[in-house]
């Protein structure tokens, strides 16, 4: 192994000692559900980013390349000021959904460069402009939009024009668990010199204001005279839980303090402030720099500390650097009696070049030899999106609910038992770094995001990705009826139950290896699909129903509320989740089976549900319209009203082409070695052979290889040809979500209601789900790798023999294992450099040049015509499916 790979290797545990620092500061903690007190559960509105300099936090941190301890205690960041800003900046700002004319929407640029899964290395770059930065400007230039116009970026103001901005390099290197060099280096880009302040900072959480806890942690500059060396200044961090921190910082910073407490004066009034606050509240910093103030605290010591360099001219073309080391005791949880490691063990220039050689040889070996630099370029910035976007979340809903007692009741609206957000939700009690969808934009877990993330995440730290889908399983976590946790705006929404397809996935990247991870994912999945079978399945017909299942727009209304003419909706793509969801535990089961009889009958359970499931998608019986429309020869989703009425709804959309996930091949010795599984099925074909399509065979080259399949050969033909249409679904670099036949629109009229939607390629026109992502066209990476693999695995079973056109119509036919790689591989070129250099996936509002294209942007969502990214502009979650793509060109072969 190498380093990096040993260090992995040793570091199974979430809290192994490698793991206790990292990038687990959120980019955004304001505007969460977490910090809402209010009625309405406006959230946006509660803790606006325009008090985020001025109130204390509840329940995390933000800043900009922060890092901090695996309990968030402490927080070391970046604040930066350019002279012409009317505050500092020490958080990334963005749009609000009612702000935004296409939902919430980060206004700054900002790239990870960098990351190593134990954050031995890791690099992150934010690009500031030396003009006043245009807040107002951005607010009212795009509250002047609608949601048929581009959004107003912040190369519209003209602040960025000519290269006017610094590129700010912030590079993490551990000497140790505990020992970490922080280099900021910041390069003006510009035609002229322009001034810069850094101003680093180092703060504990606020854990003394609420009531629970009254010890109160103190940083104060250090040392008597000739205990440090010279040319160096020494903050000293004392917390009852992490014992004494120190940080180091070479030549000469200025040194300010204060306390991490809410500025209740300037927010609310003399009148409002308590008693015991502090007179130096946590915005003192941003008022000395800023407004030159005389606002620290002059006994040197607080909460809250800044290290204040000061450049008064750097030149075009020039960088300035600042270095600090952060040392800490061994382990944050159990404090040690020994003091910590001087920081003068190892040169900050040794660890710095040791740590960027140990990442480049782990990714050496992740990344396929043979990779194209372009390729290894994107896979490398994907891994290093994943690791930045750990979170350390921490949410207790039953005391969030409650209130703290040093605070004011929260209002009783908020605890309502049914209008009040995720009252249902009271053992929720979560306290971990969590992988998120997007550092801004979702700061906060998905749970279906969260599976897809864990693919790639396996490729380079599988035991991080069993950790995170295990969590979501977890009885702080899981509800007591089994429905996992959707996202913290409302826990009880329905994502689409993927985490088995994500298990198999991780299991089969791991090398097939960890059977402990796979039986405690089975069985926390025993717990959730009764839930789905007794809440989703309303008549107990097999054909189920979950409201949006994450892909907002998708229909002709609102799948998540109340339905026009009233009745159900039946859906064609819950009930392929379903399926997808039998096969994965039944092929898990089989593999636990090898071993432990027992699962021996679990596979045989989940074999009868999906029996059952693949017949309801051939005929929904005689009281309903079947999913299946055999005129179009396509599935739809079916309105059926109180009196039994039903409506298909006769759009082609990604609903209709899920059912394809439901396939499976039964390995060649389950016949011989599970005997209750090949027993029942023998009997099902005897007693059932008309429903034999279900379950395809196909011989090849003297191996009897068995599909299990929800569709017919027919519907697996039609479905394909759709697939591949370049009129329908397949784009250049993708598949879109819904048909490009339906540019003209469509209209459907159920009951005294009109419905319509057309083939939308970009940006959401309308505010379904707050306008702020559309699944009316574009590409989204979870649903096409959940397409892609399905094809691929037809392609070694019952479709190991077709060859089918691609694209249809061309008249060039492959086989589907080849179409699933081109398929994947065009998911790929949204990343690929054109002649210009410029990246199809590169947003509309990002610039062209040697300073722009050689990073790439990691989008929520793809143009379905031409690729440019859409929706969260850092969505490295599940857009980093991309690096699994390129490591696995020919996907995983254990199926």
């Given at each position: ?20 620092w990292?990038?687990?500061?959120s ?9 809402d ?10 803790l606006p ?14 800043g ?23 505050r ?11 702000q ?50 581009d959004e107003y ?30 280099e900021?280096?910041?390069?003006n880009h510009?035609?002229?010199a ?8 180092l703060?504990?959480r ?9 010890r ?10 000739g ?13 009852h839980?992490?014992?004494q921190?120190?940080?180091t910082?070479d030549?000469a910073p ?10 209740y ?22 008022r ?8 620290g ?5 607080g ?7 000061q ?17 800490a005791?061994?382990?944050p ?18 660890v ?7 990442a480049d ?6 990344i396929?030899?043979?990779t194209?630099a ?22 207790d809903?039953?005391r ?23 009252v ?5 009690n979560l306290?971990?770094v ?12 998905a749970?279906?995001?969260?599976a ?11 035991a991080?990705?069993k ?7 977890r ?35 791991d ?13 926390k ?23 949006f ?14 339905l026009p ?7 064609a ?8 969801f ?13 071993e432990d ?14 029996l059952?499931i ?19 020869r ?21 609903v209709g082409?899920?059912?394809?996930t ?19 099925l ?7 052979p ?5 379950l395809?065979?196909?011989?090849f ?6 599909t ?13 040809g759709?697939?591949?249409d ?6 250049p670099?993708g598949?879109?979500?819904l ?13 005294d ?15 379904m789900?707050?306008?702020?992502s559309?699944?009316?066209g ?7 790798a959940?397409?892609?693999?399905a ?7 019952a479709?190991i023999?077709?060859r ?9 036919r ?8 081109e ?7 949204l ?11 590169t ?13 790439p ?26 690096a ?10 254990n199926?």
């Open positions: 192994m190498n380093a990096e790979q040993q260090r992995v290797a040793e570091s199974d545990d979430p809290r192994a000692p490698w793991r206790l990292g990038p687990y500061v980019a955004r903690q304001w505007g969460t559900v977490r910090e007190y209010s009625a309405d559960g406006n959230a946006w509105a509660h980013f325009e008090h985020s300099h001025q109130r204390a936090y509840r329940w995390g941190e933000d900009l390349a922060g890092l901090c301890d695996i309990d968030g205690f402490l927080n070391l960041g970046l604040a930066l000021w350019n002279g012409r800003d009317d500092l900046k020490e958080r990334l700002f963005g749009l609000t959904n009612p935004g004319n296409h939902g919430e929407d980060a206004k700054e640029h900002w790239w990870a460069i960098e990351g190593t899964p134990t954050h031995s290395y890791a690099q992150w770059l934010y690009r500031y402009p030396q003009a006043a930065f245009p807040y107002q400007d951005l607010i009212d230039g795009n509250a002047a939009r609608g949601y048929d116009d970026e912040l190369f519209d103001t003209g602040v960025l024009q000519e290269n006017r901005f610094f590129d700010v390099v912030v590079t993490h290197a551990k000497a140790a668990p505990t020992d970490i060099v922080m900021v280096t910041a390069t510009g035609p002229e322009a001034p810069l302040h850094l101003v680093p900072q703060w504990f606020n854990t003394w204001s609420w009531g629970l806890d009254d109160r942690p103190a940083i104060v500059l250090a040392g008597e005279e205990e440090y060396a010279e040319g160096q200044v020494v903050l000293e961090a004392h917390h839980e992490l014992g921190v120190r940080l910082a030549g200025r040194v300010l303090f204060c306390d991490n407490e809410t500025n004066a300037d927010l609310y009034g003399e009148d409002a402030v308590p008693a015991s606050h502090t007179g130096y509240p946590k915005d003192a910093i941003d000395a720099v800023v407004h030159g103030e005389d606002a605290n002059p006994g040197q010591t909460t809250k500390a800044a290290l204040w360099w450049f008064d001219e750097v030149g075009p073309g020039d960088s300035v650097t600042v270095r600090l080391r952060l040392t005791q061994q382990s949880a159990t404090p040690q009696v020994h003091e910590p490691q001087p920081p003068t063990l190892k040169p900050a220039d040794e710095l070049q040791t740590r960027r050689r140990e040889e782990f990714y050496a070996e992740v396929p030899e043979g194209s372009d390729d290894r370029h994107t896979a490398r910035r994907a891994f290093a999106g994943l690791q930045w976007g750990k979170q350390l979340y921490l949410y809903v039953t969030w609910l409650a209130g703290d007692p040093a605070q004011p009741p929260p209002p009783p609206q908020r605890a309502d038992r049914h209008a009040g957000r995720n249902h939700w009271q053992h929720v306290a971990e969590i992988s998120m969808p997007d550092e801004w934009e979702y700061p906060w877990f749970t279906w995001d969260l897809f993330h864990t693919v790639p995440l396996a490729h380079v730290d599988p991080f990705a950790f995170q889908l295990l969590l979501m399983c009885e702080w976590a899981m509800h007591p009826n089994g429905q996992l946790p959707a996202y913290e705006w409302n826990f009880s929404d329905v994502n689409p139950p993927v985490h088995p397809w994500a298990a198999w996935q991780v299991y089969s990247i090398g097939n290896r960890d059977r402990d991870f796979l039986q405690r994912i089975v069985l999945m025993l717990l959730n699909f009764p839930w789905w079978v007794n809440r989703k399945d309303a008549d107990g017909s097999n054909v189920f129903e979950g409201g299942l994450g892909m907002d727009n998708v229909g002709l209304f609102d799948r998540s509320e109340e003419g009233g009745g159900r909706l039946e859906q793509d819950a009930t392929a989740w379903m399926g997808m039998c096969l994965r535990m039944l092929r898990m089961s089989v593999e636990l089976a090898r009889p027992a699962w021996d009958e679990v596979a045989t359970k989940f074999l009868v549900h999906f059952a693949a017949e309801t998608m051939e005929d929904a019986g005689a009281d309903h319209t079947s999913l299946w429309d055999p005129e179009m396509f599935f739809q989703d079916v309105l059926v009203e109180d009196d039994g009425t039903a409506h298909r709804m006769p759009v082609r959309s990604m082409l899920l059912p394809l439901g396939v499976s091949i039964l390995p060649n010795w389950v016949a011989q070695e599970l005997p209750d599984l090949t027993d029942f023998r009997g099902w074909i005897e007693r059932r008309e429903l034999q399509d279900a395809l065979h196909t011989n080259h003297g191996f009897s290889v068995r299990l399949s929800m569709l017919s050969q027919e519907q697996l033909a039609s479905l394909v759709y697939l591949l370049e009129d329908e679904f397949l784009a670099h598949i879109r979500s048909s490009a036949a339906h540019r003209e629109g469509l209209t459907v009229r159920i009951s209601d009109e419905l319509g939607l057309r083939y939308e390629p970009a940006e959401s026109r309308s505010g789900f707050g306008g702020n559309n699944w009316r574009p590409i989204w990476f979870p649903v096409n959940m397409l892609t693999d094809v691929r695995i037809y392609g070694r079973g479709g023999d077709m089918v056109e691609f694209p249809t119509g061309s008249g060039h492959m086989s589907l294992t080849q179409i699933a790689t398929l994947e591989q065009r998911l790929v070129s990343f690929r450099p054109g002649p210009d250099g410029r990246r199809p996936s947003p509309i509002h990002h610039p062209s040049g040697p300073l722009w294209d050689v990073h942007t990691f989008s929520e969502y793809f143009n379905g015509d031409n690729g440019t990214g859409l929706g969260a502009s850092h969505q490295t979650g599940w857009t980093a499916m991309v699994h793509y390129i490591c696995a060109p020919e996907g995983i072969t199926r």
